[in-house]
Nanobody, 114 residues
Framework: VQLQASGGGLARPGGSLSLSCVVS????????MGWYRQVPGKQRELVAH???????NYDVSVRGRFTIRRDNAKSTVYLDMKSLNSEDTAVYYC?????????WGQGTQVTVSS
């Protein structure tokens, strides 16, 4: 199972970025997908999750600003981020779980700075 994340970078406060994560090795459409983020010295936290039925849930800090979506034909999950602020600066990871086994992408850095 491989998860390949991309799309991070530098954004201005109030700006937007979109992350992508291409998944291989599992029947993508059957599994939920999550985006997590981590800053140095803190635990990795769930940002958004999308189930195989496309139902979603978000951390309260990003609700209304971030959108998680999936394209099953491309085995890809996206995180569209807008109205970014400095507290969104982190390494972002995509994740899935197959039974007790978790799989993670390599992480992509998002930096929000003027």
């Amino acid at each position: 199972v491989q998860l390949q994340a991309s799309g991070g970078g530098l954004a201005r406060p109030g700006g937007s970025l979109s992350l992508s994560c291409v998944v291989s090795g599992i029947p993508f459409s059957m599994y939920g997908m999550g985006w997590y983020r981590q800053v140095p010295g803190k635990q990795r936290e769930l940002v958004a999750h999308i189930n195989n039925d496309r139902s979603t849930n978000y951390d309260v800090s990003v609700r209304g600003r971030f959108t998680i979506r999936r394209d099953n034909a491309k085995s890809t999950v996206y995180l569209d981020m807008k109205s970014l602020n400095s507290e969104d600066t982190a390494v972002y990871y995509c994740q899935t779980r197959q039974g007790p086994q978790e799989y993670w992408g390599q992480g992509t850095q998002v930096t929000v700075s003027s």
